[in-house]
């Protein structure tokens, strides 16, 4: 089994920067993927941003050039650096590794 804590949610206005923490624990192949998925209500989850253990990322569309997303596999943890926050942002965002997922953080953007 594998745990995922995120924190590092909240509510920032619009063109703001937050930053996103996941740290994992328990038993944890050294191959994986960790990332970032989010769902806004009454929306779909939609993947945000993932990074293997090599180190090779994907963003959605959205956020690219805005979001950036990185690991420390020594200590299992996936931050998500988010600048120029927009209210299309707002969702609760998930981290997840492989097939396992936190609780989720909320981030909100105000106008």
């Known amino acids: 089994q594998v745990q995922l804590v995120e924190s590092g949610g909240g509510l920032v206005q619009a063109g703001g920067s937050l930053r996103l923490s996941c740290a994992a624990s328990?038993?944890?192949?050294?191959?994986?993927?960790m990332g970032w998925y989010r769902q806004a209500p009454g929306k779909q989850r939609e993947l945000v941003a993932a990074?293997?253990?090599?180190?090779?990322?994907a963003y959605a569309e959205s956020v690219k050039g805005r979001f950036t997303i990185s690991r420390d596999n020594a200590k299992n943890t996936v931050d998500l650096q988010m600048n120029g926050l927009k209210p299309e942002d707002t969702a609760v965002y998930y981290c997840?590794?492989?097939?396992?997922w936190g609780q989720g953080t909320q981030v909100t953007v105000s106008s």
């Open positions: 997840y590794l492989n097939q396992y």
């Open positions: 328990g038993s944890i192949f050294r191959i994986n993927v």
């Open positions: 990074i293997n253990s090599g180190g090779s990322t």
